[in-house]
């Protein structure tokens, strides 16, 4: 197996060949990615698997995002990529353990997706429509999961999901 590494800033171009080649160029018109324009992704949450010449196998990150009327904060999953070449050997499925592992460890409380249903079961992810959580575009309602990181974190939250409120300097201060 290939160890999971920090994304660096040098891979962006490679993440997105990749992405545009397991998704198609179209991908961006989907609704998770109205939600990750002009927002930066979670750097700390960003991780690839690369080969032994260094080009990227795998990729994921996460995008911070707010539900509700209570802007409660949370984290989306997505996307998470492998060459075609190199699917199948649990190179994903390791990207998804160890990134859920570290934004456990940073706090994270809730996470969200949009993903094929069986493959993120196993993960703990439920259906986040049940919930009582939506998305502003359309979405297949059964693709629409949520995930407690933190327990009770969901307790209380509902409504749309949103991009992350912007706190201004003086109120994080205050």
Not at 40 to 63: C, M, N, P, Q, T
Not at 130 to 151: I, Y
């Amino acid at each position: 197996m290939y160890p999971i590494l920090p994304e660096r800033p040098s891979d962006a171009a490679q993440i997105d060949t990749l992405l545009d080649l397991t998704f198609g160029s179209d991908r961006t018109r989907k609704t998770v990615y109205r939600l990750r324009e002009n927002v930066a992704h979670v750097k700390a949450l960003a991780f690839v698997v690369r080969d032994e010449d260094g080009v990227v196998l795998g990729s994921i990150r996460y995008w911070p995002v707010a539900i509700g009327e209570q802007a409660a904060p949370a984290i989306m999953l997505g996307p998470v990529t492998v060459h075609p070449d190199y699917q199948g050997q649990g190179i994903g499925r390791a990207l998804i353990r160890h990134s859920l592992y570290t934004a456990t460890r940073l706090g994270h409380g809730l996470c969200i997706l949009v993903g094929d249903k069986p493959y993120y079961e196993p993960f703990g992810f439920v259906g986040a429509a049940d919930r009582g959580l939506e998305m502003p575009g359309w979405v297949e309602r059964e693709r629409f999961q949520v995930m407690e990181l933190a327990a009770g974190a969901l307790q209380g939250v509902s409504g749309m999901v949103g991009k992350p409120v912007k706190t201004s300097r003086k109120k994080a201060a205050a």
